[in-house]
């Protein structure tokens, strides 16, 4: 596994930030458009606030670039716990980008009605029948070792048909704060990326983080291996 181990979240936070920008400007130097999925949780949000600042804010090409989620807690976008929210307030609000670039999950819907919808999404930029290939999906691990909204029993983890899915969190699920019902992306449309970077932080991933680096499955983290692509970890232990 490509693990870079940082010192600090300023450290994680200023080489994520800049590998986003880098993504990003390759993508549009490439194929004039990037692609980019954002990571829901707490750890990402310092890296979106870096991105809002100078030298990065609007001197990328936010305007040729696809915002998408890679899950929401079913939750309206104003409310507290929602991904959208938290990306709007870090990061969307404070660049120039056009709002259809923008693609949010509906968190006010019902999970199966915004599952629905959003894998329409998904296929309109990815083709009828083809998978979307994103430049660059940001993905968090939880102390269970779910990612995104992909968590140790449930069925989304065996879904190979849908991009996106509903998912109802079992009780018992670890580290979870928030909403049991989720939307997120599935393991076809996550392993099709180009690149792929976790943004980890904090002592309590420090088991889970050692279960994916064993190659434990059942640490659903460990299932993202990108057919592809490229995969990078960017971890703060303490
Ligand atoms: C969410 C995320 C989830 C998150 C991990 C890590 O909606 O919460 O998609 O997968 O990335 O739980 O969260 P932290 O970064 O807050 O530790």
């Known amino acids: 596994m490509n693990i870079t181990y940082l010192s600090s979240i300023d450290e994680l936070v200023e080489k994520g930030a800049a590998l986003v920008a880098k993504s990003m400007k390759e993508a549009v130097s490439d194929r004039d458009q990037a692609m980019l ?45 929602s991904n959208f929210r938290m990306a709007c307030d870090a990061l969307l609000d404070h660049i120039e980008i056009p709002p ?63 991009l996106a899915a509903p998912v109802h969190l079992p009780d018992d699920s670890q580290g979870v704060q928030h909403s049991q019902n989720r939307v997120t992306l599935t393991y076809p449309v996550i392993n099709a990326a180009r690149k792929i970077v976790f943004l980890v932080a904090g002592a309590d991933k420090k088991q889970a983080l050692d279960r994916v680096e064993r190659g434990d499955e059942t640490a659903p983290a460990a299932r993202v291996k990108p057919v592809d692509g490229e995969l990078l970890w960017l971890v703060v232990k303490s």
């Open 37 to 81: 999925v954002l990571s829901g949780g707490n750890t990402p949000r310092p890296v979106y606030e870096r991105l809002a600042r100078e030298p990065f804010g609007n001197t990328l090409p936010w305007d040729k670039t696809q915002i998408f989620f890679g899950d929401e807690r079913m939750v309206p976008p104003d409310n507290p716990e």
């Open 100 to 162: 259809w670039n923008i693609h949010r999950i509906e968190g006010q819907d019902q999970p199966d009605v915004a599952a629905h919808w959003y894998d329409r999404q998904l296929r309109e930029i990815g083709g009828p029948d083809a998978v979307p290939r994103f430049d660059l999906i940001l993905l968090g691990l939880g102390p269970d070792g779910h990612t995104a909204s992909l968590f140790p029993g449930t069925n989304v983890l065996e879904d190979r048909t849908h």
